[in-house]
């Protein structure tokens, strides 16, 4: 669940600017471009290429003005007026003397030169920047990566400290630096001390709370996942300190979740799990059960969301939560939530060992308590099932299918009748979606059940604009899957702004499901059945 939530704050400051230390954007440019960011889509994008480009014109010279040129002609497939307008530009940037060339010049000739293909030049370019800016963003961003890929962990920490001395002032870079050697200390406590974990939690809160409060990063999200992260990193050790970090993060969600998009009102459970432990880390026991008996209560009643359930992170609560009921004296309840637990996770099941040796059990006792044990775990698994399938049958609607038209890589043409009579499981993806390539393994996988099935069929429709791409991708990947090129207008017929997605089409072309988010990997299959057979009735 952590790289969840990473991977969810790397997606949003993907769009950020990389670093403070860049000429501000004039004001009115600034709030042009944060205008455009939010309009941008598959289906707005031909009507915001010409004030792009009107910008283009005016400021040549701005990352941001050029990302979003490139992100709108990329929407349109534009292949080769993309091309062009990359070519034109790293002609214009390559006439001005290499001494004078700035930063924000040499990140857009690297953006072009990606464009283009072109790996030497980009790579000379790259070259480039780190010699002429060593202390610059994209320098910076390379030093974190070698920390990262650093062994030995003394090392890695001694690299990001070298790192945070020339960028502790800014506001991108600092808040994932501290993150980073935070998560290093607290992986290797044999190599670090308690008071280095301690102060490396207060000072990833601290960069946070300075990005949050200057306006950058990701907004209140940042630092409400910073806080939750400092605060359980401190829960066993700084028990205290730690209930004041989950109060900060928890006080800053209360007043941002109403105006901040990502934010929503249920969010303080992540928090939980660390309060548990933190309150049984300084001994009061009732506050801890009390809070173990809410997330178990959840748990089971399966009625929060998959994000929310994982950040109650199941065999760890239910680890913490046993060892509070085995200092109360209730064994048998503590026995059964570490057992759960052991269940959910089986790196728990050397802590059920410990717990029946410190609590041994006769031999008929032991065989009920598995009996008991195991009853347990399939009516709370029966459960989630049933939950779960109801909830993905909430989404079943009876919609007309837009027509489209598709080539196969044979170049053969299809549309939404040549799937006529069959039930069509349709994935979006691109060859540039590191998702949408798990998602089409367990797709192949599903496709390899349904191959005797005559009345369901498979598609994977690709939207990637550069169309050259995908055969030697799907030659190279070994892609089972039926490919399709998506033609030029389906992204905007069908308001695609992300894949991967899926469609459930059934017999007579109609919609029946649209998915814009992965189904879990570990109902993927059942949950694509229960959609197959919903749609075939």
Same mark, same amino acid.
């Given at each position: 669940?952590?790289?969840?939530?990473? @991977?969810?704050?790397?997606?949003?400051?993907?769009?950020?600017?990389?670093?403070?230390?860049?000429?501000?954007?004039?004001? =009115?440019?600034?709030?042009?471009?944060?205008?455009?960011?939010?309009?941008?889509?598959?289906?707005?994008?031909?009507?915001?290429?010409?004030?792009?480009?009107?910008?283009?014109?005016?400021?040549?010279?701005?990352?941001?003005?050029?990302?979003?040129?490139?992100?709108?002609?990329?929407?349109?497939?534009?292949?080769?007026?993309?091309?062009?307008?990359?070519?034109?530009?790293?002609?214009?940037?390559?006439?001005?003397?290499?001494?004078?060339?700035?930063?924000?010049?040499?990140?857009?000739?690297?953006?072009?030169?990606?464009?283009?293909?072109?790996?030497?030049?980009?790579?000379?370019?790259?070259?480039?920047?780190?010699?002429?800016?060593?202390?610059?963003?994209?320098?910076?961003?390379?030093?974190?990566?070698?920390?990262?890929?650093?062994?030995?962990?003394?090392?890695?920490?001694?690299?990001?400290?070298?790192?945070?001395?020339?960028?502790?002032?800014?506001?991108?870079?600092?808040?994932?630096?501290?993150?980073?050697?935070?998560?290093?200390?607290?992986?290797?406590?044999?190599?670090?001390?308690?008071?280095?974990?301690?102060?490396?939690?207060?000072?990833? /809160?601290?960069?946070?709370?300075?990005?949050?409060?200057?306006?950058?990063?990701?907004?209140?999200?940042?630092?409400?996942?910073?806080?939750?992260?400092?605060? =359980?990193?401190?829960?066993?050790?700084?028990?205290?300190?730690? %209930?004041?970090?989950?109060?900060?993060?928890?006080?800053?969600?209360?007043?941002?979740?109403?105006?901040? /998009?990502?934010?929503?009102?249920?969010?303080?459970?992540?928090?939980?799990?660390?309060?548990?432990?933190?309150?049984?880390?300084?001994?009061?026991?009732?506050?801890?059960?009390?809070?173990?008996?809410?997330?178990?209560?959840?748990?089971?009643?399966?009625? !929060?969301?998959?994000?929310?359930?994982?950040?109650?992170?199941?065999?760890?609560?239910?680890?913490?939560?046993?060892?509070?009921?085995?200092?109360?004296?209730? @064994?048998?309840?503590?026995?059964?939530?570490?057992?759960?637990?052991?269940?959910?996770?089986?790196?728990?099941?050397?802590?059920?060992?410990?717990?029946?040796?410190?609590?041994?059990? =006769?031999?008929?006792?032991?065989?009920?308590?598995?009996?008991?044990?195991?009853?347990?775990?399939?009516?709370?698994?029966?459960?989630?099932?049933?939950?779960?399938?109801?909830? !993905? %049958?909430?989404?079943?609607?009876?919609?007309?299918?837009?027509?489209?038209?598709?080539?196969?890589?044979?170049?053969?043409?299809?549309?939404?009748?040549?799937?006529?009579?069959?039930?069509?499981?349709?994935?979006?993806?691109?060859?540039?979606?590191?998702?949408?390539?798990?998602?089409?393994?367990?797709?192949?996988?599903?496709?390899?059940?349904?191959?005797?099935?005559?009345?369901?069929?498979?598609?994977?429709?690709?939207?990637?604009? =550069?169309?050259?791409?995908?055969?030697?991708?799907?030659?190279?990947?070994?892609?089972?899957?039926?490919?399709?090129?998506?033609?030029?207008?389906?992204?905007?017929?069908?308001?695609?702004?992300?894949?991967?997605?899926?469609?459930?089409?059934?017999?007579?072309?109609?919609?029946?499901?649209?998915?814009?988010?992965?189904?879990?990997?570990?109902?993927?299959?059942?949950?694509?059945?229960?959609?197959?057979?919903?749609?075939?009735?």
């Amino acid at each position: 669940m952590r790289l969840r939530l990473r @991977v969810l704050v790397l997606a949003l400051l993907a769009a950020v600017s990389l670093g403070a230390r860049r000429p501000a954007e004039p004001p =009115e440019l600034k709030e042009t471009l944060a205008r455009l960011e939010k309009t941008i889509s598959s289906a707005t994008a031909a009507e915001t290429e010409p004030t792009l480009a009107d910008l283009m014109a005016q400021h040549p010279d701005s990352p941001d003005v050029y990302r979003l040129y490139v992100r709108v002609l990329k929407l349109q497939k534009k292949t080769p007026e993309l091309r062009e307008s990359a070519r034109t530009t790293l002609a214009r940037l390559e006439g001005v003397p290499s001494k004078k060339r700035t930063e924000d010049q040499l990140a857009i000739m690297l953006r072009a030169c990606s464009v283009l293909d072109d790996k030497d030049r980009r790579d000379r370019f790259e070259q480039e920047l780190i010699d002429r800016y060593p202390k610059g963003r994209h320098a910076g961003w390379k030093r974190m990566r070698q920390a990262s890929e650093e062994k030995d962990p003394v090392r890695a920490a001694a690299l990001y400290e070298g790192i945070l001395k020339d960028y502790s002032s800014d506001n991108t870079l600092a808040p994932w630096l501290t993150n980073d050697r935070m998560r290093l200390i607290e992986a290797n406590p044999e190599r670090f001390t308690a008071r280095q974990l301690h102060d490396a939690a207060w000072a990833y /809160e601290g960069m946070a709370r300075r990005a949050w409060k200057a306006g950058t990063q990701a907004g209140a999200y940042w630092y409400i996942v910073a806080a939750k992260e400092a605060a =359980e990193a401190l829960a066993k050790q700084w028990p205290e300190e730690s %209930l004041e970090m989950a109060g900060r993060g928890m006080a800053c969600l209360e007043k941002s979740w109403p105006t901040e /998009e990502m934010l929503r009102a249920e969010l303080p459970v992540m928090f939980w799990p660390g309060m548990l432990e933190a309150h049984a880390a300084a001994g009061r026991l009732e506050p801890a059960r009390k809070i173990g008996e809410a997330i178990v209560a959840h748990l089971e009643a399966d009625d !929060l969301s998959e994000d929310q359930a994982g950040w109650l992170e199941e065999a760890r609560s239910r680890s913490g939560y046993s060892s509070v009921l085995e200092k109360l004296g209730a @064994v048998q309840e503590a026995r059964m939530q570490l057992g759960l637990a052991a269940e959910a996770d089986d790196a728990r099941r050397k802590d059920l060992e410990a717990f029946q040796q410190r609590h041994p059990l =006769e031999p008929a006792d032991a065989e009920a308590f598995q009996k008991d044990l195991s009853a347990s775990r399939a009516a709370i698994l029966g459960g989630r099932k049933e939950q779960a399938k109801r909830r !993905l %049958l909430a989404g079943l609607v009876d919609e007309p299918m837009h027509d489209f038209v598709a080539e196969d890589l044979q170049g053969n043409k299809v549309n939404l009748a040549s799937f006529h009579g069959k039930t069509v499981v349709m994935t979006l993806w691109a060859t540039w979606c590191g998702s949408c390539h798990w998602e089409m393994n367990l797709l192949e996988q599903t496709r390899q059940r349904y191959e005797k099935d005559p009345k369901v069929t498979f598609a994977a429709m690709s939207i990637d604009w =550069e169309r050259e791409k995908v055969a030697p991708f799907v030659r190279d990947k070994k892609v089972n899957l039926p490919v399709f090129i998506a033609g030029d207008s389906f992204e905007k017929d069908f308001g695609v702004e992300s894949v991967p997605q899926m469609f459930i089409i059934d017999a007579s072309g109609r919609m029946r499901f649209r998915l814009v988010d992965i189904l879990p990997d570990d109902r993927f299959q059942q949950s694509l059945d229960w959609m197959i057979e919903a749609a075939g009735k």
